[in-house]
């Protein structure tokens, strides 16, 4: 693979990341001395009409000659490819997925975009989910001090979940004290962010059939609580997300009693009625979710669009969020013929925009989003489809539903070249700097635990392993780092076990911590690019690249042979950063260890 022709929008390649509208800017891709090219061409899309644009050779060493090509940035989302022409065969195409002897579509091609980029910080984070019923109690919480809802089955910290529907009104009483009084161990962890699940009150553990948008939950500490927590989250130099749901309310959201109340009131016009006021959309069929309505103007206004809509006032002190996870994102504003997502996404950006610039917008969305990911609207979206589901899918221990999606039957394991290409197709439809942005997760409240997906604990080292060394921005749920065991989606919402000292030193625990502190290290793995190098049924590797850095990751699920990979991709005798596998030079080639399952990073 290292010995084809390579292209990406990482700093080597697109030195400008940040274009203007009509802007020429240079684009490079690196072509190995052992193509017998005669030309290179860019092919750009402008206007919807393709141009076919000569490239030339900038610089060459050993090993590769770069080509150069001038981009004219004439639209917001200008799409590219390149053309090589070889002496003995036909030209072959160059996109974001590979490369290619035939004629392609325009869905793989290379992307740069000029809309406002994601902010800058989101690149160097490392975000942990937290559900707050679940993550810790502190001595004044307050469903130890004052008799628990009507609503609620109060349990002990230790007590096992139910199963549904009643986990989902089983009260731990976590809280956001508890959270404040854990920042410590988040920190040495070497967390950053931290993503809360919803704090809005609601009659629920979970918390996403809000009865209001105004407060915080008073079982959480009420909105003192939050600022206080804001406050020593931001004075450690970390960052705080919130979690929003704009698909829908709750049932008891006071906007949906006034709009049951009076078929007459502005708040009918925010939601579905078929027949009023009992017959309503809800999300799923669920009837404690009824599903906004966003041709309302007044529900635009009081939940995403300006500085007074829920979205923007949250973003300011006290609270001051440093941004928003939207639920179910790829939902909101869609129903039958209705289609308003976009406008609900540009508009969310704009209200960040205005109210606090660097503020990030995070969609949950578990599907193919490449076309909702072109720059003005999301930032990025937590990645299932383009990373959790391919990378549980190689790991998985036997068959399994290795995602989000309970409606998907159990499959069988995938080989790293099926998942590989998952992996490319997902990352080669949208620009890379959105890519980089994309949240990559081994699981959430809404899955199974990555440990009893991937059965023995070396697996989930390895899978611990892509998610700090893959592109994109790596998000940890809550106890994921301790090992923990969860085969369905509510179990997996049980409380952080912090009286079980012998989970925090365990050597799961400890890898979590080195290779969090890799990633913090190496600006190869938060800003580098991306070649792959090895792909086979059990084991995978690829090169994260800057101008001045070069680093290898090799994951195996197996044991298998010693991999060969070309002796010229190593700069400098190679040092091993984790895993203590050694790489060994020979003439010809890099050999590297096939056993497995495991997972190393080597300086190259």
């Not at 004075?235 to 749901?245: A, F, P």
């Not at 949250?314 to 039958?336: C, E, F, K, Q, S």
């Amino acid at each position: 693979m290292l010995n084809q022709p390579h292209h990406d929008g990482s700093m080597q390649h697109v030195p400008c990341t940040e274009p203007s509208l009509d802007q020429t800017i240079p684009v490079f891709v690196r072509v190995p001395r052992t193509w017998p090219v005669t030309s290179v061409h860019l092919r750009v899309v402008y206007d919807e009409d393709p141009r076919l644009l000569p490239a030339t050779v900038d610089r060459d060493d050993v090993h590769d000659v770069w080509w150069r090509a001038d981009l004219p940035v004439h639209n917001p989302v200008t799409r590219y490819r390149f053309r090589l022409d070889r002496k003995s065969s036909g030209p072959v195409w160059l996109n974001g997925s590979g490369v290619w002897d035939h004629d392609v579509s325009d869905y793989g091609d290379f992307r740069v975009t000029t809309f406002p980029p994601p902010p800058a910080w989101a690149a160097d984070s490392v975000i942990y989910q937290i559900f707050p019923d679940r993550f810790a109690r502190s001595a004044m919480a307050p469903v130890l001090t004052g008799s628990a809802p009507a609503w609620a089955i109060p349990a002990a910290w230790n007590d096992p979940v139910l199963s549904e529907p009643h986990a989902q009104v089983q009260l731990y009483g976590g809280d956001l004290l508890g959270i404040e009084e854990h920042l410590g161990y988040l920190q040495d962890l070497g967390v950053n962010t931290i993503y809360l699940t919803p704090f809005f009150p609601a009659p629920s553990s979970h918390r996403y059939n809000a009865t209001s948008f105004d407060h915080v939950d008073p079982l959480l500490g009420g909105d003192d609580a939050l600022a206080n927590l804001s406050t020593a989250v931001h004075r450690r130099g970390m960052r705080l997300l919130g979690d929003l749901t704009t698909n829908h309310s709750g049932s008891t959201h006071e906007w949906f009693r006034a709009a049951q109340s009076d078929p007459a009131s502005e708040e009918a016009g925010y939601y579905y009625f078929r027949k009023h006021p009992d017959d309503y959309i809800a999300w799923y069929a669920n009837p404690t979710m009824p599903k906004f309505n966003f041709a309302s103007t007044g529900l635009r206004r009081r939940l995403v669009d300006g500085p007074g809509s829920v979205v923007g006032r949250w973003l300011r002190a006290p609270y001051a969020l440093d941004g928003w996870r939207i639920d179910v994102a790829n939902m909101t504003g869609r129903w039958a013929a209705d289609d308003f997502n976009h406008e609900i996404a540009t508009t969310m950006r704009a209200t960040l925009a205005a109210e606090r610039p660097d503020a990030l917008l995070l969609a949950e969305h578990a599907y193919d989003a490449t076309a909702e990911l072109l720059g003005d609207g999301w930032h990025s979206i937590m990645n299932y489809a383009g990373f959790t589901s391919p990378v549980c899918s190689w790991l998985a221990e036997q068959s399994s539903r290795a995602g989000v999606t309970d409606e998907d039957p159990p499959a069988p394991p995938r080989s790293g070249s099926q998942i590989v290409r998952t992996m490319r197709e997902f990352a080669a439809a949208v620009p890379w700097r959105t890519a980089a942005a994309n949240v990559n997760l081994l699981g959430s409240h809404d899955t199974v635990r990555i440990r009893s997906v991937v059965g023995s604990e070396e697996r989930a080292a390895t899978a611990a392993g892509l998610l700090f060394t893959y592109p994109g921005v790596p998000m940890l749920y809550m106890g994921d780092e301790l090992g923990l065991l969860a085969d369905d989606r509510e179990r997996a919402r049980a409380p952080m076990p912090w009286a079980d000292a012998a989970r925090f030193g365990s050597p799961l625990a400890r890898t979590y911590r080195e290779l969090i502190a890799l990633r913090h290290d190496q600006p190869a793995l938060r800003h580098g690019g991306l070649r792959w190098a090895h792909v086979s049924a059990d084991a995978i590797a690829f090169l994260r690249e800057t101008p001045t850095d070069r680093l290898l990751v090799l994951a195996t699920r197996a044991d298998g042979p010693p991999i060969h990979l070309p002796a010229t991709i190593a700069r400098t005798e190679p040092s091993n950063l984790h895993g203590g596998g050694s790489a060994a030079i020979t003439q010809d080639d890099l050999v590297l260890p096939g056993d497995g399952p495991a997972f190393h990073v080597w300086s190259l």
